[in-house]
């Protein structure tokens, strides 16, 4: 058989009909309809149906998004996350990045049967005002890092990986809980901060198509999401 290289994402738009070896060569301008972000209700509005293995990371972590809560406190709302419902080790919360009752940036993972590692941070997110969050991960030093507008704003020093959680599912916006608010610029990527890169870039979503219900993945890996 012979190797045809090209791009193999039949959503890109230069997807090539021919290609069985994809080069990485995906591209999705021609979706771009203008700078646009996501509005969520609050109630029932989630992205969801992306490719779950993909985004299933136990690993070093780094995840990159501006926000922008119309939120009143008193609730959990989540914001990006990896779980499902339950107490069983494979529906741990591998990441869970989410505003807590007092309206406050709240990082949350899992290990063991259920056992949650929260660490708090002292961001407040509803405010009405658009906010950079960056929060990292290193499994080795079992520490993370939380950013606001690229400064530093809290280091944690926690006692446990996450572990288990294969059955979870990756939602931006909502699972169990809503955001009501507003989403731009995400990127998801497999290192700590020290070591991020396109080469370890797993997801990317700009929010500029502006019309359909498809949210593109622009790193190239085809994790799309269905709005």
């Known amino acids: 058989v012979e190797n045809i290289e090209g791009c193999t994402d039949e959503l890109a738009c230069n997807y090539n009909s021919d290609a069985n070896t994809d080069d990485d060569s995906c591209d999705y301008s021609c979706h771009d309809n203008g700078d646009y972000s996501l509005i969520f209700d609050g109630v029932s509005d989630r992205v969801g149906n992306f490719n779950d293995d993909l985004l299933y990371l136990d690993g070093n972590l780094t995840i990159i998004f501006d926000v922008k809560s119309i939120e009143s406190n008193g609730a959990w709302h989540t914001l990006i996350s990896y779980y499902k419902n339950g107490e069983s080790q494979d529906l741990n919360v591998m990441y869970n990045i989410e505003i807590n009752p007092s309206g406050n940036l709240s990082y949350i993972h899992e290990y063991g049967n259920g056992i949650n590692i929260e660490l708090p941070s002292e961001i407040f997110l509803n405010d009405g005002n658009w906010h950079n969050i960056m929060v990292s991960r290193n499994v080795e030093d079992k520490v993370l890092d939380i950013y606001h507008n690229e400064i530093l704003v ?17 939602s931006i916006g909502g699972y169990s809980s809503y955001t009501n608010g507003f989403f731009d610029n995400i990127k ?13 870039l797993v997801a990317h979503y700009n929010f500029n198509a502006g019309t359909d219900n498809i949210l593109y993945d622009r790193s190239g890996n085809q994790n799309h999401g269905t709005i």
């Open 188 to 200: 998801i990527y497999s290192e700590y901060s020290d070591s991020i890169s396109n080469n370890n």
């Open 154 to 170: 809290n280091t944690y020093n926690y006692s446990n990986n996450p572990d288990g959680g294969e059955n979870g599912i990756f």
